[in-house]
């Protein structure tokens, strides 16, 4: 039995609070404690337990993203996902009709759009948050049809990334999130139309390239690979296993020259 839970994460790249309420209750139903540690502080750590995407909970070997803390504990006593399968049915592809540059000021109507239940609070805490990490205050592009959040892209400097990409260079920048909110009702998938439009204002803002790790068959963490592969993202390194409810999802390093 595990003797602690470790809520391992990367700051505020994550507004929410999901996971990290799950871990509390979690780790008191194996009446353990929980260890909150922020990835940015502790870089060994996130080399140590492995850790590629904005959060996780560690029960000693088992690393969980995903479900209810009664799930968690299930997942943690199998050392395995849950009975059932992992469905993610690609979109069809749709053009964002205007893009916004994404920064501190902007991003609550951004993240909003992932996170519904998102509170002025978490919002709030977010922008600071941007406000220390992005890169002369670009931190992405926000894409929108008529009033319409359609989909984000959130990019930060490879230097300030906590997870072990190998070598971290300023003139990279790092793909931390990308997101279209098609789990919410969307009928089309934006993401490579805002990739599209974001290569150029990268290289406006400087990055000679960018970085992003993919999930190879679904978007944990962003992804699915053909998203990036399409746009002339090569595999660098692979970065090993996300335990998803329904399967293990295998992810990688992926990068490309602007």
């Given at each position: 039995m595990a003797k602690e839970l470790i809520y391992l994460h990367f700051g505020r790249q994550c507004p929410g609070s999901f996971l990290a309420e799950q871990a509390k209750r979690a780790a008191n139903m194996l009446q353990v404690p929980l260890r909150d540690i922020d990835a940015s502080e502790r870089p060994d750590l996130a080399e140590h337990y492995n850790l590629f995407y904005p959060g996780a909970v560690f029960m000693e070997d088992v690393p969980l993203v995903y479900g209810s803390a009664a799930q968690m504990v299930e997942s943690y006593l199998r050392r395995g996902p849950l009975p059932g399968v992992q469905h993610y049915e690609a979109k069809p592809l749709g053009q964002?009709?205007?893009?916004?540059?994404?920064?501190?000021?902007?991003?609550?109507?951004?993240?909003?759009?992932?996170?519904?239940?998102?509170?002025?609070?978490?919002?709030?805490?977010?922008?600071?948050?941007?406000?220390?990490?992005?890169?002369s205050g670009f931190a992405g592009l926000i894409g929108w049809q008529g009033e319409q959040v359609v989909g984000f892209v959130e990019v930060?400097?490879?230097?300030?990334?906590?997870?072990?990409?190998?070598?971290?260079?300023?003139?990279?920048?790092?793909?931390?999130?990308?997101?279209?909110?098609?789990?919410?009702?969307?009928?089309?998938?934006?993401?490579?139309?805002?990739?599209?439009?974001?290569?150029?204002?990268?290289?406006?803002?400087?990055?000679?390239?960018?970085?992003?790790v993919s999930g190879v068959e679904t978007p944990y963490p962003n992804g699915p690979m053909a998203v990036f592969e399409h746009l002339g993202?090569?595999?660098?390194?692979?970065?090993?296993?996300?335990?998803?409810?329904?399967?293990?999802?295998?992810?990688?390093?992926?990068?490309?020259?602007?």
């Open positions: 964002v009709e205007r893009v916004e540059i994404l920064h501190a000021g902007n991003c609550g109507c951004a993240f909003g759009s992932c996170l519904p239940s998102l509170s002025d609070s978490q919002s709030r805490q977010k922008a600071e948050w941007l406000r220390t990490m992005a890169n930060l400097p490879e230097t300030a990334i906590p997870y072990s990409l190998g070598v971290k260079r300023p003139e990279y920048g790092f793909i931390t999130c990308l997101y279209s909110p098609i789990e919410w009702g969307l009928d089309k998938d934006y993401r490579v139309s805002l990739l599209e439009h974001l290569f150029s204002h990268a290289m406006q803002q400087g990055y000679h390239g960018l970085s992003v993202f090569d595999r660098v390194k692979q970065m090993g296993r996300v335990l998803l409810k329904h399967k293990w999802e295998e992810a990688w390093l992926m990068q490309k020259q602007l």
